[in-house]
């Protein structure tokens, strides 16, 4: 299994971003893909997860409303679209997937594979 994670970049304030994760061995709606973030000197926290491309999608609350994440199965794909971008946005941004339905989705031991991070800078 390998997780590309790609898309990031340096944006203004309000500026807009889309991450892209393509997924190789894996079957997307066998697993729960997840978006996870970690700026400097912070723990990873999660930023969104979906676990099936006909599911309910979850967004932790400093990103809901701002980021959509999305899949696409016939690419193997997983996206997060971000709008409206704030420089507490700034981290580095991963791709996670674990096998099944996570009851919390959040736990980032919980996952088995990682993409390698992409950077996302927002300047002020």
């Known amino acids: 299994v390998q997780l590309q994670a790609s898309g990031g970049g340096l944006v203004q304030t309000g500026g807009s971003l889309r991450l892209s994760c393509a997924a190789s061995?894996?079957?997307?709606?066998?697993?729960?893909i997840s978006w996870f973030r970690q700026a400097p000197g912070k723990e990873r926290e999660g930023v969104a997860c979906i676990t099936s491309s006909s599911g309910p999608v979850y967004y932790e609350d400093p990103v809901r409303g701002r980021f959509t994440m999305s899949s696409n199965n016939a690419e193997n794909t997983v996206y997060l679209q971000m709008n409206g971008l704030k420089p507490e946005d700034t981290a580095v941004y991963y791709c996670?997937?674990?096998?099944?339905?996570?009851?919390?989705?959040?736990?980032?031991?919980?996952?088995?594979?990682w993409g390698q991070g992409t950077q996302v800078t927002v300047s002020s």
């Open positions: 061995g894996l079957i997307l709606d066998e697993y729960t």
């Open positions: 996670a997937a674990a096998w099944g339905v996570l009851p919390d989705w959040g736990l980032p031991l919980a996952y088995d594979y």
